[in-house]
């Protein structure tokens, strides 16, 4: 049923996208539900004036196949609302992303959004972020090595992800991503802080103080939750 929940949550998420609005399209499993739900209001009438801004390349193209008027963030450098999905959720929304390898769009479209909502089944739910998931970290391909060495030091156990064909996995941005499995974080602001410093680190999976609202899709509908 996990399918079924992802799209009753990102279609929840839709009702909150009114006609006129910039819209940032998510890039992940469950965001896409999202899309696929917005071009549907789009084609029947129930929406309209509608500006899609994709957080991938993959997003961009699926939009504009499915009719969905695009705009980018130097013609509108704030959007209303941002509908995208999360690898884990803590009790207190923050999260961990980069799973689609899509973490440096979703973050930049995320830090000017007015409204980030997260649209997740419950298998996403986490006491403690890095419990369920490595830590994505994206990094130039010049300065991979150290980087790695660094989260290792960290603590991490770190791998670079690779493509089906055993090469570096290239991300739309031309970078490499080293997933960094931590166990649970015990201080996720302050390891986001330190990542931050890191001249190789071009984004990190941490989206800490971004999400507005998560919307969980279960057994019994759709639960809203809001930041604390």
Do not use: C
Not at 37 to 49: M, N, T, V, Y
């Amino acid at each position: 049923m996990t399918e079924a929940h992802k799209e009753s949550s990102a279609r929840k998420a839709v009702e909150f996208v009114e006609s006129g609005m910039i819209v940032g399209l998510g890039s992940g499993s469950t965001a896409i539900y999202a899309v696929r739900e917005i071009a549907r209001k789009l084609s029947e009438g129930k929406l309209d004036g509608i500006l899609g801004v994709p957080t991938s390349l993959r997003v961009e193209h699926h939009a504009r196949e499915l009719g969905i008027p695009l705009t980018t963030l130097d013609d509108h450098p704030q959007v209303h609302l941002t509908i995208d999905g999360a690898d884990e959720v803590d009790p207190q929304l923050e999260l961990i992303k980069g799973g689609g390898g899509a973490l440096l769009r979703e973050k930049i479209v995320a830090q000017v959004s007015q409204r980030e909502i997260i649209v997740v089944d419950e298998t996403k739910l986490s006491d403690h972020l890095g419990t369920r998931f490595a830590l994505p970290v994206e990094v130039l391909p010049f300065g991979w090595a150290p980087e790695a060495a660094y989260l290792e030091s960290l603590g991490a156990s770190v791998s670079l992800r690779e493509n089906s064909d055993g090469e570096p996995a290239i991300t739309d941005q031309g970078n490499w991503i080293l997933d960094a499995e931590f166990g649970p974080i015990e201080d996720p602001a302050a390891l986001s802080d330190q990542l931050d410093r890191r001249a190789a680190v071009a984004a990190h999976g941490l989206f800490l103080g971004l999400a507005t609202d998560l919307m969980v899709g279960g057994r019994d509908g759709v639960r809203h939750e809001k930041r604390p």
